[in-house]
Every structure is written in C-alpha cells, then in structure tokens.
C-alpha cells in the first residue's frame, strides 16, 4: 500500500512538472506608443499628433502583434522643439499635411543606435517616396552624436527614450520638417516689361541696329553740309573774277 502511495506521489509530481514545462508562456507585454512617451514627460505635442492622425492607433496595432521581423524606430520631438517652430506652422497644415508630418518621424525598421553608424542613406520612413526626394531622412553618426538632416532642418538625436526588440524611441531636439511640405518653392520667372504707352518693346538688336542707322544718316548729312559751306566759300573768294 505504501509503494502505491509512493507510486501515485510520483506520478502526480511529474505530470505537474511536465505540463508545467510544456503550457504556453503567457503573451508579451509590449508598452504602447502613448505610454512610452508619456512616461518620457515631455512629449505631450507630438502625443496629440499621434493621436490626432491615428498614428498612435496603427503602431499600438503593431506592438499587440509580436513578429520577430518586423520593428519600428520613433524620432521624438520634445515639447521644445515644437516650441521653436514658427508660430502657427502646424495650424496651417492640411490633415494629410499633419499625418505625412508624423509619418516621417517613423521608420518601419528597428535601428539600434550602433545601427545608425552604418546606415544607408536616405532611410525609408511611413511617409514614403524617397527616391524621389520628397521625404529624404538622412542619418549621421559620430562617435556618441547622432545627426538627422531632412534638407530643411539638421537635427540632433539626445537621448533614447526606450528601446526592446520591438520599437526604439528617441528623442530629437528639432521637428523633423519634410522637404515635401517645409522646402523653399522655385522663384516664379520675372513677368515681361510692357511700356506704358502699350507698344512693344524693342529687342537689344533692334535698338543697336536703328542707333547705327541714325548714326549712319547724320554722318552723310554733315558731309554734305560741309561740302555746301565749301562750295560758298570758294565762291565768295573767286566768283567775281
């Protein structure tokens, strides 16, 4: 009867152990967009644009699904940076203006800070077209500074706000403007001069070619004239002989 018991004991203790080995390890709890940021304390503008656009919405979607593949990189502007664009720049902004904004602060790839010192540049972000240099992000590293350029503005990259194997966040000291939307416009060609009067105006040839015909008409009228004057004096002297 003992060595039943003894038996049963066993049994039992290594069937827990063993289902214990082989159940399912409980999910992975990944920190959403919003709650990483509001944590850093000092990105309560770009968290309303997340927000605002359902930016937040689409990168929360893809940190509830864990794929070992895929990640995403996050250049945040703090609250001074948004501080130190001009006064009412994002106002003036379209709704896809503010979403394109947004979107190229994303990169849809997970880059490590040691990844930044051999990256390919421009880097692709959600805001798309880069070859044809609408949304161009440029990444440079030395030593410890990492510098992001977007052709209107050079930014710094300060800290890293958080960082896994899903999403890399840091924090920037500019907003990021796109070449896209913040790049100067060709100055429009200068309009052509009409005179007042309503004529035409006459080409640079034209006027050198009239200048030489006048020219040309006064030097004959002067040598006749001279020849006339000639003549009267040569009369004068010897006419009445």
């Known amino acids: 009867m003992r060595k039943l018991l003894a038996f049963a004991f066993l049994f039992f203790f290594f069937w827990d152990k063993t289902l214990a080995q082989i159940a ?13 940021l509001e944590k850093g304390g000092q990105f309560t503008t770009f968290i309303k ?3 605002a656009t359902q930016v937040a919405d689409q990168l929360n979607n893809q940190l509830s699904t864990p794929d070992p593949n895929d990640g995403i990189t996050v ?3 703090s609250d001074n940076a948004f501080s130190g664009l001009k006064p009412g720049t994002l106002n003036s902004l379209s709704d896809q203006e503010k979403l394109q904004l947004v979107q190229f602060h994303i990169l849809p790839t997970l880059m490590s800070t040691s990844q930044f010192q051999t990256a390919s540049n421009p880097l692709r972000t959600q805001a798309g077209d880069v070859k044809g240099g609408k949304f161009p992000l440029n990444v440079t590293a030395e030593g410890n500074q990492v510098n992001v350029t977007t ?4 930014a710094t ?8 194997r899903r999403i890399a966040v840091y924090q920037v ?3 990021l403007l796109p070449l896209d939307i913040f790049g100067t416009a060709p100055e429009p060609a200068p309009a052509p001069v009409v005179p007042e009067n309503g004529g035409l105006v ?3 040839k034209t006027a050198v070619k009239g200048a030489d015909a006048a020219g040309a008409v006064s030097l004959k009228f002067h040598a006749l004239a001279m020849g006339f004057s000639s003549f009267a004096v040569f009369w004068a002297i010897f006419g009445g002989f």
């Open 24 to 36: 399912p390890a409980p999910p992975l709890k990944v920190d959403n967009i919003t709650s990483i």
């Open 173 to 175: 000291d500019k907003v």
């Open 202 to 204: 006459s080409s640079p």
């Open 75 to 77: 250049f945040a502007p």
């Open 49 to 51: 644009l997340l927000k």
């Open 157 to 164: 990259v300060e800290n890293s706000v958080f960082s896994d």
């Open 151 to 154: 052709g209107v503005v050079n």
